[in-house]
């Protein structure tokens, strides 16, 4: 985000996986200002990622944060200072040479898990690790381990 995100911006931003700050900017879910409320998730995906008190102060008295704070409650995963585009890149970089299917079900294991118990949580795991360890690419990362050499996926 390269600017400061209130009200559906942010909402747009917390619907996101990741979200990078420049430094200088201040997010908000401020619409309590304008006698109105959260209506795009607002008050739905803000608890679940920052917890509920946390929320509840920033929904009801809409309050802003900073670029440092949001990064320390963890409403952002980084703040830069710089080219935003390029920070965008290099942080999708960790992950671009890596499995997509398996990333794809490791992100399942973490969203459809997320507001249940642990117990049904670690199962939901458990069932996609099994599928995880029939891809191709599961082969691949073993043997690349094994070998002591670099992988290399072919998302399958």
Known sequence: MNGSAYGGGLELALACDFRIL?????????????GIMPGAG????????????RATELILT??????????RIGLV???????LTEAGKEFA???????????????????RSHDLPLHDGLQIEADLSTLAFQT??????????????KPVFRDG
């Open 136 to 149: 191709k690419d599961a082969i691949e990362g073993m043997t690349a381990f094994i070998e002591k050499r």
């Open 62 to 71: 809409g309050r802003t944060v900073d670029a440092a704070e949001a990064e």
């Open 22 to 34: 420049v430094e200088g900017a201040e997010l908000g879910l401020t619409e309590v200002r304008l």
């Open 42 to 53: 607002g008050t739905q995906r803000l608890p679940r990622l920052i917890g509920e008190a």
């Open 77 to 83: 995963n980084r703040i830069i200072d710089g080219d």
């Open 93 to 111: 970089r960790q992950m671009t040479g890596y499995s997509l299917p398996v990333l794809g079900l490791a992100r399942d294991a973490i969203r």
